[in-house]
């Protein structure tokens, strides 16, 4: 079989193009489903490659929904087979097609410019649908990346020419070009002027204001490097937009202005951090006034508390205890979510009933034999219940 004619090589904005079916073989993958592999003289079809996904489309009117290359020999994935020897058009997903141009171009911009100011390598690039990623094998700090960022911004303004030779060997020796592999022969030359030369065999737009905005969204640390999350064209419109609708909504909420919602934020969460307190302080008290209405000398008592903070449990333990001669049982929580518990007493060995409350309520916990605290799960009633006959078999 002859290699396939590459068509997006001559021009990468053809988006129709006319070929011939050399072979069509039908194939079964692992779902059960039954697909058809194409070969033609000539495509315009991207296949899978270089960290980006295959073009997608129709072929004679049937989809195309994946397409591979083995050397030289393109391989469209389609979902109904067609005639050998029949001449077809073949028709590209230009949406996604061209997002890919933008974003692959973007990265050529960027991998530039860092390398250039930097010496750092473009190591990793995924382009995925909704993420697009270039790993560098250096570390960059936030003014670093800005500064990319701008010279990036500052290339797709200037509306650079992009250029796509195939230069001699001899050509190529003098090249300063970067490169993932070691390559001798007919290596495709991507250049964009003073900003970057590469080695590379996508598509790529012609013009670098095809691009759009360049947006770095966000980057980390990656293997003692840095992750840059890039987004080109309408991916980083439509960023902005979703961006935009929520600081929008903030700035109403907040009556703030859209670009002091964050200190808008800060405020909000200090005055919550403050009333929290007050609440606590609140809380103290109210736990105060409970506990002094308990009588002095109350034998047993044992409490339920839906909203006592599990901080507050320890003190109120401690009040309630002064005025309480036998055993003292506090809970916090609810039947749904269980219950913390402090058991005191000043002259019963409290542990044993721990143990006890533990063993029947899938409870934990433990302390001395003055005071322990653990948590439980069982319904008010029943504990209770468990509570009363300890106690009346320690009587005894
Ligand atoms: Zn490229």
Known sequence: MNKTIQLYNQDSHMN??????????????????????????????????????????????????????KEDIIYHTLTAPLHVGDTVTGEINWEKRFDNMQHHTGEHIVSGIVHQY?????????????????????????????????????????????????????????????????????????????????????????????????????????????????????????????????????????????????????????????????????NNQLLKFKAASIPEGTKSIYIFEKDIEPGSLRTYANMILERCENLCAVFAGSDDTGYKYILASSHIDVREIGKQLNEHFSGKGGGSKEMIQGSIVGSKEMIQGLLNKLETELAN
């Open 118 to 282: 930097f010496g750092y390598d473009n190591v990793g690039f995924h382009l995925g649908s909704d993420v697009v990623t270039i790993d560098f094998n250096g570390s960059l700090t936030d003014e670093d990346i800005r500064m990319v960022e701008t010279k990036a911004n500052q290339a797709v303004f200037s509306n650079l020419p992009i250029d796509v030779k195939f230069p001699s060997s001899e050509e190529l020796t003098k090249l300063d070009y970067r490169s993932k592999i070691e390559l001798t022969e007919n290596v495709r030359i991507v250049t964009i002027p003073n900003i970057d030369i590469c080695a590379c065999c996508a598509p790529h737009v012609s013009f670098t204001g095809e691009i759009g905005l360049i947006k770095i969204v966000s980057w980390q640390k990656y293997k003692g490097g840095v992750r840059l999350s890039m987004l080109c064209g309408s991916r980083a419109l439509a960023d902005y937009n979703k961006k935009e609708v929520n600081v929008t909504e903030i700035s109403a909420l907040l009556s703030a202005k859209p670009y002091e919602v964050s200190e808008a934020v800060k405020h909000l969460k200090d005055e919550a951090l403050s009333l929290k307190g007050q609440i606590s302080n609140l």
């Open 16 to 69: 129709k193009f006319q070929a011939t079916v050399l072979s069509c073989t039908s194939e079964v993958t692992k779902d059960n489903t039954s697909h058809y592999i194409v070969i033609l003289d000539a495509t315009a079809f991207f296949p899978e490659g270089g960290g980006q996904s295959s073009d997608i489309g129709t072929l004679g009117g049937v989809l195309v929904v994946d397409v591979q290359e």
